[in-house]
C-alpha cells in the first residue's frame, strides 16, 4: 500500500514572508501561519490552543505570496508535512512543523487592502486572478 503526506491548513500569518532565491535563481519565500483551536479543559474553561507552521512555497507562488501576502493576512495552504527537530539555546529538544506548499490561496476580503485613489487600483493586479495559476508537477522541487 502506497503512503500518504498531505496537509490543509487555514490560517493567518505570524510574520511577513520573506522571499530569497536559490543560487540558481528559483523564487522560495519563508512565512510563518498560526492555527488556533478552542477547547474546554477539564475544569469546562474555554482555552485557546495555537499551533504555528512555517511554510516554504517555490517558484511563481513564492513570488506571489510574497507580493500578496503579509502579516495577520488569512491563508490557505496546501502540502507536505515535515516534522524537524532542533536544540534552542538552553539545550533543549524542541521540534518545528514544516510544510513544503503545493498549493497556497488569499483568503480574506478584497476589502482588506482598499487602495486609497483610483491610480492605485488601476496599477495593481487582481490578487484573486493573479493566485489562480495552476502548480504543475514540473513547479515542485521535490
Do not use: H
Request: with cysteine; net charge negative.
Amino acid at each position: 500500500m502506497a503512503s500518504f503526506n498531505r496537509i490543509t491548513i487555514v490560517g493567518y500569518l505570524g510574520r511577513d514572508p520573506e522571499l530569497r532565491y536559490t543560487p540558481d535563481g528559483t523564487p522560495v519565500c519563508d512565512f510563518s501561519v498560526a492555527t488556533t483551536e478552542r477547547r474546554k479543559d477539564r475544569s469546562g474553561e474555554t482555552q485557546d490552543i495555537t499551533t504555528w507552521f512555517r511554510v516554504t512555497v517555490w517558484r511563481r507562488q513564492a513570488e506571489l505570496a510574497s507580493q500578496y501576502l503579509s502579516k495577520g493576512k488569512q491563508v490557505y495552504v496546501e502540502g507536505r508535512l515535515i516534522q524537524k527537530e532542533f536544540q534552542d539555546r538552553d539545550g533543549n529538544t524542541r521540534y518545528n512543523l514544516e510544510v513544503t506548499a503545493s498549493d497556497v490561496q488569499f483568503l480574506g476580503s478584497r476589502g482588506d487592502d482598499v487602495p486609497q485613489n483610483r491610480e492605485e487600483t488601476r496599477s495593481q493586479p487582481r490578487v484573486q486572478e493573479a493566485a489562480a495559476a495552476p502548480v504543475t508537477e514540473d513547479d515542485i522541487p521535490f
